[in-house]
């Protein structure tokens, strides 16, 4: 049947794509991070102490004093966007983290890159061997912290490696063209490494995802469990400035449902009716199955009539499921429980949501009922 398809696929997999490719890529953001203060340091005490080591060369060229300062400044930009992200995440998505991270660890890569241009040719050998040090040392170092994600580590070797290959390879010496070529191929052999170890860890990471996603999810709906939800309102109210609105919304005739058309068909139908809340709720509302055919909704809003809106396109929707004609069809029942202070807590607008919700089918079904919350409760 119908009913039993849709509800054996959305039990197998009832996340979509986008949410899995969300958290993964802030995880992925928040690897990059933990490591991002460390790295940024190790990367302004290399610029410094190759600096000192290059000192007379520094005071002679306009170039190579821009050089200097570009790269303590670019030290300055990563700091800053390391203390905004821990202080003000909210400020920007995690793409928008995630590519400005990787833009400045270009950056990054020039500083390297640029850094061979100005100084190798004219250089001692002990600084030479010096700078190819570091052209060979800093990739390797990125392969720990930067190689989760391969754009922002193929972007940071290449900026060093390549202007160092190419410098290397115009010298004319023959042996400056084989250190060439090898540092290409050790390039090569850091890009597989750095590959097997972004698939070790991304392994990991969709592995946790889908042990977190069944810990704090319904398995057939898709939505928050109860303990998620609950969880969810207690971070969130604390922060808020605005009202708060919790909705409970009970189905109505849906044993009937159960006994006419058997379970399968209930559970197709339960996922139903979580698309439907799914496409009445904003981005920013919190919606869980309690279990059964009970679901909540937590809301933070300006005025209860945005919850009103909410509540009756979810009435429309679940009405609008079609079934076979042996069933009369889905209603529901809701009750919105409103408090204007985040004072209250998650039972207090439990229990009175229930409350509401248990006037709307007292006094009619397939409506909605709206208590407010006493301050001073």
């Known amino acids: 049947m119908m009913y039993e398809k849709e509800a054996s696929l959305t039990a197998q997999k009832p996340y979509t794509d986008a949410e899995k490719r969300e958290w993964i890529e802030d995880r992925v953001l928040q690897f990059l991070m933990r490591n991002a203060l460390s790295s940024i340091l190790a990367s302004m005490l290399v610029v410094v102490v190759f600096a000192w080591a290059n000192w007379s060369f520094i005071l002679k060229s306009v170039a190579c004093q821009l050089w200097l300062f570009y790269g303590l ?18 400020l920007f998505s995690n793409t928008q983290w995630l590519n400005s991270y990787r833009l400045l660890t270009l950056g990054s890569g020039l500083v390297y890159g640029f850094m061979t241009i100005l100084f190798f040719k004219d250089a001692p050998t002990p600084l030479q061997v010096l700078n190819m040090f570091v052209v060979v040392g800093m990739p390797s170092a990125a392969v720990g912290t930067h190689a989760v994600d391969r754009i922002t580590f193929r972007s940071f070797m290449i900026t060093i490696v390549v202007p160092a290959a190419i410098v290397l390879a115009l010298t004319g010496d023959p042996t400056y063209r084989v250190v060439s070529l090898l540092i290409i191929v050790f390039s090569l052999v850091m890009d597989r490494s750095a590959g097997q170890a972004a698939r070790s860890l991304m392994e990991n990471i969709e592995l946790t995802y889908e042990m977190s996603y069944r810990a704090t999810h319904d398995s057939l709906v898709g939505l928050y469990n109860r303990e998620e939800l609950e969880h969810q309102f207690e971070m969130r109210a604390i922060r808020s400035k605005r009202a708060i609105a919790m909705m409970f919304v009970d189905l109505d005739n849906f044993k009937p449902l159960n006994d006419t058309l058997g379970h399968q068909a209930g559970d197709a139908a339960l996922v139903k009716v979580a698309e439907v809340i799914k496409h009445a709720i904003r981005s920013d509302d919190i919606a869980a199955r309690l279990g059964g ?18 509540a009756n396109a979810i009435l429309n929707g679940v009405c609008a499921i079609e079934f076979e004609s042996a069933y009369e069809g889905l209603s529901a029942s809701i009750g919105i429980s409103y408090s204007v202070t985040n004072k209250v807590g998650f039972s207090r607008l439990m229990r009175l949501a229930d409350m509401a919700c248990y006037e709307s089918k007292e006094t009619g079904k397939n409506k ?8 001073d409760d």
């Open 73 to 90: 400044a670019l030290g300055v930009a990563r700091i800053t966007q390391y203390l905004l992200y821990e202080r003000k995440h909210h």
């Open 293 to 310: 055919d009970e679901f909540v909704i937590v809301m933070f809003l300006d005025q209860e009539s945005e919850a009103e809106t909410i």
């Open 368 to 375: 909605v009922t709206l208590i407010h919350h006493a301050i």
